[in-house]
């Protein structure tokens, strides 16, 4: 089985993102020429900064909701990995309307662009958030409940979308529903922060994070070399019963943000070790959120050779060093 993407031109929507970022690197280190679209909206420049000169890289500044920038994005490209889309539950209950214009309009955008130019795979983002209110523990691609949040709802009708476009346009559409994933270059500034990230950046401050609910909710944490490795074994898979299906990309493992938490002081202690002390607060549970969270990576393992090489320990034992660098 093929798993190394190399000698390609591909398209990260979203590319000056966390995730986007990060993949972008990645397939620049194994010889791709690689585009970046993106209008910066919640993208940074500086996660550019390493690779911006680099030749074998164009940056398209631009929005996936104007199809026209789509277009010029996909323009010789074999392979879209398409990152862009405006996440977290709390922005889209406070704005249902921008949330279904970026996720859904945006990707349907550039799926359209991908059709129209002959682009056939395409790996987009899914998420968690479809399983909504569905209990089953571990969480199985096949088994959904209803959505808890507008962004939910758009994440899932992107799954729909790329089904359809998979049956009527016969393109090849992989789907990866993300748990919780974190690592280096993720964002702990503004509202909708991810909760690592931000918890990260509270305990170096010596402030305590504010934990909803009671700390007993759990999250299947995933650290993003994991998240890398999933997107390129769904870019060089070729098999039929692999393709046009979304997979769950996470650890297996679930962690209680008590936990998280104490995670958190045990690696930046070693920095500071004033931070073991700091007093951790507790508020309301956050609207639209579930409360526990484990994947079933079977599917992805059995199709796709994903194979998971960072626990949430192993993965903060490697991203404190950028946090600590980064976030002070």
């Keep these: 089985m093929e798993t190394r993407l190399e000698n390609k031109k ?20 194994q010889n791709n020429q690689v585009v970046c679209l ?12 390493e690779f911006i000169a680099d030749s074998s ?56 662009a991908a059709r129209d130019s002959g682009v056939k795979r395409v790996v987009y983002a899914a998420s968690s958030s479809t399983y909504g209110d569905s209990e089953n523990l571990p969480k199985v691609e096949d088994v959904i409940g209803k959505p808890l949040s507008p962004y939910a709802i758009t994440k899932y009708v992107n799954e729909l979308y790329a089904d359809v476009f998979s049956r009527l346009y016969n393109m090849q559409l992989i789907g990866l529903r993300y748990f919780n994933v974190f690592g280096r270059r993720q964002d702990p500034d503004g509202a909708y922060a991810a909760v690592i990230p931000k918890f990260v950046k509270a305990l170096i401050d010596k402030k305590s994070p504010v934990i909803n609910g009671d700390g007993s909710y759990s999250r299947d944490f995933t650290y993003i070399d994991n998240v890398l490795q999933a997107n390129e074994l769904a870019a060089v898979i ?16 679930r962690t209680t943000l008590n936990e998280l938490v104490g995670y958190l002081k045990e690696f930046l202690s070693a920095y500071d070790p004033a931070i073991a002390d700091v007093e951790i607060h507790y508020g309301a549970n956050r609207e639209g959120d579930i409360p526990h969270s484990l994947a079933s990576i079977e599917k992805a393992s059995e199709l796709l050779g994903y194979s998971p090489a960072y626990s949430i320990k192993d993965g903060l034992s490697e991203a404190i060093g950028w946090y600590w660098n980064n976030l002070k």
Aim: with cysteine; charged share 20%; hydrophobic share 40%.
């Design 10 to 29: 591909v398209l990260v929507t979203g590319g000056a993102g966390f995730i986007g970022s990060n993949l972008c690197e990645k397939l620049l280190k």
């Design 38 to 49: 993106d209008n910066f909206a919640t993208g940074k420049r500086s996660n550019l900064n």
């Design 57 to 112: 890289f164009q940056l398209i500044e631009g929005d996936i909701r104007n199809l026209d920038d789509c277009m010029e994005a996909v323009k010789g490209v074999e392979i879209i990995f398409h990152e862009a889309a405006l996440g977290s539950v709390p922005r889209s209950i406070a704005d249902p309307l921008t949330s279904n214009e970026v996720n859904v309009s945006g990707f349907l955008n550039v799926l359209i």
């Design 238 to 253: 070729d098999s039929q019963e692999a393709i046009n299906t979304v997979y769950n990309v996470a650890f297996g493992q």
